[in-house]
């Protein structure tokens, strides 16, 4: 008899068949292996601030959709008024539901993995938490209130240990990520550390089919992907092309994808300055890789202070191949750029770093190749989805074939 499995994920997919995301992916293994699946998440886009619009039956599971307000900006009162309305309407459905052999959650949001930790609780419900990010303490770099910051953020501190400590299991997409579940939570043994990722025989597929792009012998692309925000450094990239001597960059193109609040300072800054930049807005992800593909060089300038770890893009630099430059802080990540020599970690903040590094790579065309060839096996090593996951799938399959607690 097949166990019922529910997937409890706040930032998910937006359903349309053309993205990315970890439970998306998890939905769909779990529900390959003897476990009826639901997948319950947000009617509304957290990245394109609308209503999501599923049409079709495109999944081997259930997709269910709680209403919330909604909000205009990531930093808001009215978006932490918007994961309120979230988490009640999700105690509400889940205390309608029938109950299910295992809880998976994502972490965060915490409104919704608190309701869904307490009614685990209740109910003696196997409880897997995902901890994708860690709150409060990426609020702490947004907000950075002096003195009274650890007070402030002291009900979110206490929210954030009562899930940590409900959990049967932890996954985390990082080592950093699961050692502060571990603090909370003395009675789990261990935990498991399961990258972001992404499919390599996807993004494999992707390119061998693609169009090439128009691209002269003589130029070299340099790319990023993701958010145009507040904790991403792409003015330090601007200064470091604008300092560059003009004849080392005249064949150098930097194509940023993505979005963002910060998308019009970005943009307005490298016009300034007169760089070479094509700001292509937030792509489809077959269009970002085929993009990205016949990139030289990507980038990944996080500012000071980040909570991050090992995110969707580093993943997707990997995963095609390319050199990297870092000034993240994350020291598992930066230990990864050594380790397997995928790029040159830099000093964060600093232009003459970043310029120094940069122009290494520009002028060594034989290094680039070799960089970036680290940089795929590094994906094949730690990347790769289709081998990854299955610890993910070993774990629920294990723990839902136990008793139920109590």
Same mark, same amino acid.
């Given at each position: 008899?097949?166990?019922?499995?529910?997937?409890?994920?706040?930032?998910?997919?937006?359903?349309?068949?053309?993205?990315?995301?970890?439970?998306? =992916?998890?939905?769909?293994?779990?529900?390959?292996?003897?476990?009826?699946?639901?997948?319950?998440?947000?009617?509304?886009?957290?990245?394109?601030?609308?209503?999501?619009?599923?049409?079709?039956?495109?999944?081997?599971?259930?997709?269910?959709?709680?209403?919330?307000?909604?909000?205009?900006?990531?930093?808001?009162?009215?978006?932490?008024?918007?994961?309120?309305?979230?988490?009640?309407?999700?105690?509400?459905?889940?205390?309608?539901?029938?109950?299910?052999?295992?809880?998976?959650?994502?972490?965060?949001?915490?409104?919704?993995?608190?309701?869904?930790?307490?009614?685990?609780?209740?109910?003696?419900?196997?409880?897997?938490?995902?901890?994708?990010?860690?709150?409060?303490?990426?609020?702490?770099?947004?907000?950075?209130?002096?003195?009274?910051?650890?007070?402030?953020?002291?009900?979110?501190?206490?929210?954030?240990?009562?899930?940590?400590?409900?959990?049967?299991?932890?996954?985390?997409?990082?080592?950093?990520?699961?050692?502060?579940?571990?603090?909370?939570?003395?009675?789990?043994?261990?935990?498991?550390?399961?990258?972001?990722?992404?499919?390599?025989?996807?993004?494999?597929?992707?390119?061998?089919?693609?169009?090439?792009?128009?691209?002269?012998?003589?130029?070299?692309?340099?790319?990023?992907?993701?958010?145009?925000?507040?904790? =991403?450094?792409?003015?330090?990239?601007?200064?470091?092309?604008?300092?560059?001597?003009?004849?080392?960059?005249?064949?150098?193109?930097?194509?940023?994808?993505?979005?963002?609040? =910060?998308?019009?300072?970005?943009?307005?800054?490298?016009?300034?300055?007169?760089?070479?930049?094509?700001?292509?807005?937030?792509?489809?992800?077959?269009?970002?890789?085929?993009?990205?593909?016949?990139?030289?060089?990507?980038?990944?300038?996080?500012?000071?202070?980040?909570?991050?770890?090992?995110?969707?893009?580093?993943?997707?630099?990997?995963?095609?191949?390319?050199?990297?430059?870092?000034?993240?802080?994350?020291?598992?990540?930066?230990?990864?750029?050594?380790?397997?020599?995928?790029?040159?970690?830099?000093?964060?903040?600093?232009?003459?770093?970043?310029?120094?590094?940069?122009?290494?790579?520009?002028?060594?065309?034989?290094?680039?190749?070799?960089?970036?060839?680290?940089?795929?096996?590094?994906?094949?090593?730690?990347?790769?989805?289709?081998?990854?996951?299955?610890?993910?799938?070993?774990?629920?399959?294990?723990?839902?074939?136990?008793?139920?607690?109590?």
């Amino acid at each position: 008899m097949k166990k019922d499995v529910l997937l409890i994920a706040h930032f998910c997919s937006d359903f349309d068949g053309k993205g990315n995301n970890r439970f998306s =992916y998890i939905a769909d293994l779990l529900s390959q292996n003897e476990c009826d699946i639901e997948l319950v998440t947000t009617d509304f886009s957290h990245s394109k601030k609308a209503r999501k619009n599923v049409i079709g039956n495109l999944f081997s599971y259930r997709v269910t959709m709680l209403h919330e307000p909604g909000y205009l900006k990531n930093v808001s009162l009215k978006r932490l008024y918007s994961h309120y309305i979230m988490g009640r309407n999700l105690k509400k459905y889940l205390e309608a539901r029938k109950k299910p052999d295992v809880i998976y959650c994502a972490v965060p949001s915490l409104d919704v993995a608190k309701v869904a930790a307490g009614y685990a609780k209740k109910n003696n419900i196997r409880f897997i938490i995902d901890v994708q990010d860690l709150w409060p303490e990426a609020f702490k770099l947004v907000f950075n209130i002096p003195l009274l910051g650890d007070l402030f953020f002291l009900p979110m501190n206490i929210v954030a240990d009562m899930i940590y400590r409900s959990a049967d299991y932890v996954i985390a997409v990082s080592d950093t990520y699961l050692k502060r579940v571990m603090i909370s939570n003395r009675e789990l043994d261990n935990g498991s550390v399961i990258y972001l990722g992404t499919e390599l025989k996807k993004v494999d597929k992707i390119s061998k089919k693609m169009t090439r792009l128009t691209k002269h012998d003589d130029e070299i692309w340099m790319a990023y992907i993701g958010t145009l925000g507040s904790g =991403y450094d792409l003015t330090l990239v601007f200064d470091a092309l604008d300092s560059i001597e003009k004849n080392l960059i005249k064949n150098l193109k930097f194509i940023v994808m993505g979005d963002g609040p =910060y998308y019009r300072k970005f943009f307005d800054h490298a016009k300034e300055k007169r760089l070479n930049v094509v700001f292509t807005g937030k792509l489809q992800y077959e269009e970002m890789i085929s993009v990205l593909k016949n990139c030289d060089i990507a980038v990944n300038p996080i500012k000071a202070g980040s909570a991050a770890s090992i995110i969707n893009k580093v993943c997707d630099y990997s995963a095609v191949g390319l050199p990297v430059l870092n000034t993240q802080e994350c020291f598992e990540y930066r230990t990864l750029v050594d380790t397997y020599g995928i790029g040159y970690n830099c000093k964060n903040g600093n232009v003459d770093d970043f310029k120094e590094k940069l122009t290494n790579l520009i002028t060594h065309k034989e290094l680039r190749i070799e960089m970036g060839k680290n940089s795929r096996r590094l994906a094949e090593d730690k990347f790769d989805r289709e081998i990854s996951y299955n610890v993910i799938i070993e774990k629920v399959l294990e723990i839902k074939n136990k008793k139920t607690k109590g």
